[in-house]
């Protein structure tokens, strides 16, 4: 995919559509960044509603921002800025929470809701980070891409086991026909498979490379 038609291997030249995506990330990889960022706040924003929803105390404030110090302190300092970023947000919150019910009086449900809180920090922004930081390396467009593909096969044939075949449900009150122990399987399954064919074409690939390097 990522070698163009017409066997050019130079960036500058080639004219394959993988080249072309690969180019894309090579120089221009604030863009992946600015892409995480946005889906990040979105995803922040759903679930802190949702636990609101449940008289669960999240702030969502200093998480959106703190999040987003993960995932752009990556650029200049990888997964030392990351983890600095997520400690600050962690201490951040604490106090915030602390304080959130006025200075005169007890907070209330405060350990349930700190423990919740760095749980979300930790599921959300922390984990995305670690798809920023996919981008960095030499060899960074082509992590990104199989990881876009790991979870799209993965979704996908979650989906369709669940919709397909699910009969024994994990979650009926929430969805009653795809979340099953079988949507559970097929998700492990589709992403198994994915990674192994790019381990396979990856190894395939260095096989080629050093075949014409030994000629």
Known sequence: FFQAEDGIRDVERSRGL????????????????????VFLGIAMWEVTKRLRQADISVPFIPLFFGGQAMIWLTWPWGTAGSLGAFGATVVVCMIWRLLSQGLGSQPVNYLRDVAITVFVAAWIPLFASFGALLVYPENGAEQVFCLMLGVTFSDIGGYAAGVLFGKHPMAPAISPKTVSYTHLRAHETSLHLVCRLLLEKTGMGRERERAQDSR
Do not use: A, P
Not at 22 to 30: A, D, G, H, I, V
């Open 18 to 37: 993988g080249d072309v995506y690969k180019r894309q990330l090579l120089y221009q990889k604030e863009i992946w960044v600015g892409i995480i960022s």
